[in-house]
């Protein structure tokens, strides 16, 4: 039996042995292969339903400029379909830069922020104070990988808190109004 697992040293990637399964190698590829695909079938078109929704909504605000709400809502799925592109144009992540971490790091705390401005937009709240510190918070979080001192997946824990609460904020100021 040979078994072999390529997995990355880093922290962010949180790779292990899988289930093992025996049997005919043609029929393991093949249900391999099968669930394999479907997961990227389904990032695939979430990645082309945002790429479509923010380009639709963008040229709509371009042709009304005074509207927030469709600039925050085309802002925020042209975000999501960017960091879609490293799940689904890189398919086999560790094979590639060792950089590729930091970027959907980069990527995926940069997604809460202009939902929230957008939340807030949807309900006609415009808070200065709070909107630079949500910015500065992003600015934080999005460089912590520069900085930070110790171990990156040891930290997912509490941006995830932080990214939890201000989108409940942002969901609880919508059901709010």
């Given at each position: 039996?040979?078994?072999?697992?390529?997995?990355?040293?880093?922290?962010?990637?949180?790779?292990?042995?899988?289930?093992?399964?025996?049997?005919?190698?043609?029929?393991?590829?093949?249900?391999?292969m099968v669930s394999t695909e479907l997961g990227f079938g389904a990032q695939r078109c979430f990645f082309a339903l945002a790429l479509v929704s923010g380009i639709?909504?963008?040229?709509?605000?371009?042709?009304?400029?005074?509207?927030?709400v469709i600039f925050w809502y085309s802002f925020a799925c042209l975000l999501?379909?960017?960091?879609?592109?490293?799940?689904?144009?890189?398919?086999w992540v560790d094979d590639f830069l060792p950089l590729i971490p930091i970027l959907s790091w980069f990527l995926n705390y940069g997604?809460?922020?202009p939902v929230v401005v957008l939340c807030l937009r949807t309900v006609g709240i415009r808070w200065p104070r709070f909107e630079m510190a949500l910015w500065a918070f992003l600015?934080?979080?999005?460089?912590?990988?520069?900085?930070?001192?110790?171990?990156?997946?040891?930290?997912?824990?509490?941006?995830?808190?932080?990214?939890?609460?201000?989108?409940?904020?942002?969901?609880?100021?919508?059901?709010?109004?």
């Open positions: 039996i040979h078994v072999r697992v390529h997995a990355a040293s880093t922290d962010v990637l949180m790779h292990g042995l899988p289930r093992v399964t025996f049997g005919e190698s043609t029929l393991l590829r093949t249900d391999y639709i909504t963008l040229c709509l605000w371009i042709a009304r400029r005074n509207d927030k999501w379909s960017l960091v879609s592109i490293p799940r689904i144009g890189l398919r997604l809460v922020v600015a934080l979080e999005a460089t912590f990988p520069l900085w930070g001192t110790g171990s990156i997946g040891r930290w997912f824990l509490v941006w995830d808190v932080f990214n939890t609460a201000l989108l409940l904020t942002g969901v609880g100021v919508i059901v709010a109004r």
